[in-house]
């Protein structure tokens, strides 16, 4: 459900495919990330004026290229969005999904600059065009990624002294005795800190039944995410029946479709949702929703990303109350070098806050998208 929209027309479709410096490496199961992230940015114009932005954030090995998620906004969004009013906010999504396949994060650039627009001229919050506020703050995990795992010993102390209450490792990228070793650290000189484990699709079947066992017996931490490849029901669902702890899927459930078949093969015991895998918000709160109407739990995921898809990623969890594990909106504290936030992205005390100020509560600097921007958008037909 979505509140009544304004009737006011979209006249402006602007694209820039940024690309960000990042302070450090992060390793992954499925691959690396250094040197900058490449994130698309949407700004919509309304006939008022007001402007809100939305942003893309793929991962080529995860979810798609930043090239189709620009081509998709630039190219096949825009003559299907422009002149069109914010009210028709539900035939416009339902004529991307139909006009592209997948490029997700592309559709959730859209429907976060909608959102983000018609919040600004309602002069309401994104959260109160989805539903009712069930939360004010939302619990952060950081995530420890390092390959030089001297360098994560600094982010693990700068994380205790700001509060951060909970660290996700990334494992599975070298191998077992490097993940046994970083989290026996962990437990021996930061006991107050949760630890959840991810291992980004990165073992082998037999190296999961292996490994993963073990990890739950020495560590029972809050869950293990993914160790699988996305498409490796079987072994999800096998070792489900042989660990104590919960078992989470991410990229192997995007949407609410992949939801309903991950409750059906039993293959996990919560999903990390992300609005970037789901297309947009509300089919977010739809997988959340699907997964506690199956007695699974939900947590608040995200992509390498900036202050703004955060604060979308936000906004969605504000009023999804299934989603009670947290998030992991460190990116633009922790891991750019300048975010694209016209203020700091709010945290405080290892929480993220949310905002009540319309839209997303938060302007995009336009002067930083710009100074970012490898290429913009043809500006046709707007
Ligand atoms: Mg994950």
């Known amino acids: ?19 960000l410096p990042v302070t450090g490496r992060r390793d992954h199961g499925i691959g690396a990330v250094a040197g900058d992230i490449e994130v698309i940015i949407l700004r919509l114009t309304g006939e008022s004026g007001v402007s809100g932005y939305g942003e893309a954030a793929p991962w080529a090995v995860f979810t798609g290229t930043p090239e189709a998620s620009f081509a998709a906004l630039d190219r096949y969004f825009r003559p299907l969005a422009s002149k069109r009013r914010l009210s028709e906010h539900a035939q416009i999504m339902s004529e991307a999904r139909a006009a592209v396949v997948h490029c997700t994060e592309a559709k959730a650039a859209l429907e976060t600059a909608l959102l983000d627009l018609a919040g600004k001229i309602m002069g309401q919050p994104v959260w109160s065009l989805l539903g009712d506020k069930c939360r004010s703050t939302i619990a952060l995990s950081c995530s420890i990624a390092s390959p030089d795992f001297d360098a994560d010993k600094c982010l693990l102390e700068r994380l205790e002294t700001d509060g951060v209450g909970i660290v996700k490792l990334k494992a599975g990228f070298r191998d077992h005795a490097f993940d046994m070793t970083r989290l026996e650290f962990i437990r021996a000189h930061h006991p107050g800190l949760a630890i959840r484990v991810d291992y980004n699709q990165g073992l082998t079947r037999d190296q999961a039944l292996r490994q993963v066992p073990e990890i739950a017996r020495a560590f029972e931490p809050d869950f293990i995410e993914q160790p699988v490849r996305a498409d490796d029901y079987c072994t999800m669902a096998e070792l489900r029946g042989r660990i104590d702890v919960p078992l989470l899927a991410d990229e192997s459930v995007f949407g609410p479709e992949d939801m309903e078949r991950a409750i059906a093969e039993e293959i996990c015991d919560g999903v990390s949702v992300k609005i970037m895998k789901a297309g947009g918000l509300l089919r977010a709160r739809e997988v959340a929703s699907t997964a506690a109407e199956a007695g699974l739990s939900a ?73 970012h921007a490898i290429r913009s958008g043809e500006e046709r037909a707007s």
């Open 299 to 371: 947590y608040g995921g995200d992509m390498f990303e900036t202050g703004l898809a955060h604060l979308a990623g936000t906004h969605m969890i504000a009023a999804t109350p299934e989603i009670t594990l947290g998030c992991e909106f460190y990116q633009a504290k922790y891991f750019l070098a300048e975010d694209l936030l016209g203020e700091p992205f709010p945290i405080s005390a290892g929480h993220v806050l949310v905002t009540d100020a319309p839209g997303l509560g938060i302007e995009t600097d336009m002067d930083k998208v710009l100074k």
């Open 1 to 19: 459900m979505i509140a009544a929209l304004p009737d006011e027309r979209i006249v402006g479709f602007d694209v820039w495919h940024c690309a």
